[in-house]
């Protein structure tokens, strides 16, 4: 997205400190990778490249983004389902950081943000028991529908999805949405795009309890202690399905 101009306003103290924000951002050396970041909170989508943004450009970003993401805590629960959604997370751990370090002072309240990188990891056992739960009330193409709309904003066919076990599918869920606010978000919008179903609605509520249930026992607090990535690690992409066995 193009941003052409930029809207005429007063010189206040918070636009001075975006400007500040702005300049930050783009002089730091992991400057791809923050970009990246930042267009996907804004755009909800991951880029194929880092956009080629002016200072100017940042400020407008950064301006929608604190105008969307209303508290810190907000801004760190995109956040973590954005790099949960990446095929190796830990390379956008210390950007990630970076960004909140960057942002959180923009916000006129005083609060903290946190960064949960790590969504739980379910045990094979844990997921079994979740794939035989969820679809208790509910045919597993159901489900099966309803996560994979919960993953991509694609349109998904019962056919698209032959190669892919449920459980496969509920694995790259949990991945992904290690906040379950955020999940339920992304419920309603998934369920709007489904046929109106109830066993949809129901298989909905379903999953987000049983999935409460399981997060509270993988519970435990994360750090962000991790070297900086190389910087000759590949670029990641964020694919529902990637075309390479992930192993």
Not at 31 to 59: I, M
Not at 153 to 181: C, I, N, W
Request: hydrophobic share 40%; net charge neutral; aromatic share 6%.
């Amino acid at each position: 997205m193009q941003y052409r101009g930029t809207v005429s306003q007063p010189v206040t103290p918070r636009t001075s400190t975006i400007a500040t924000a702005a300049q930050q951002i783009a002089q730091h050396p992991q400057q791809s990778r923050l970009f990246k970041l930042l267009y996907a909170l804004e755009q909800n989508q991951w880029p194929p490249q880092a956009p080629p943004w002016t200072v100017s450009d940042l400020q407008q970003v950064i301006i929608q983004i604190l105008e969307r993401l209303k508290t810190p805590t907000l801004l760190g629960q995109h956040l973590t389902a954005i790099v949960n959604s990446l095929n190796k997370a830990q390379a956008y751990q210390v950007p990630a950081a970076v960004l909140l370090q960057i942002l959180v002072p923009l916000y006129s309240q005083a609060a903290t943000a946190t960064l949960t990188i790590e969504a739980p990891t379910l045990s094979t056992a844990d997921l079994y028991d979740l794939r035989l739960e969820v679809t208790r009330y509910c045919t597993p193409l159901h489900m099966k529908l309803l996560v994979a709309a919960l993953l991509t904003s694609k349109p998904v066919h019962a056919q698209g999805l032959e190669r892919f076990t449920l459980m496969d599918l509920l694995q790259r869920l949990t991945r992904r949405y290690g906040d379950l606010e955020i999940l339920q978000t992304q419920m309603a919008t998934a369920l709007a795009r489904l046929p109106q179903d109830p066993l949809y609605a129901s298989g909905g509520d379903r999953l987000i309890k049983l999935l409460s249930t399981l997060y509270q026992r993988y519970q435990h607090p994360q750090t962000l202690d991790s070297p900086p990535p190389d910087p000759a690690d590949e670029e990641l992409t964020c694919q529902l399905f990637p075309t390479v066995n992930e192993g």
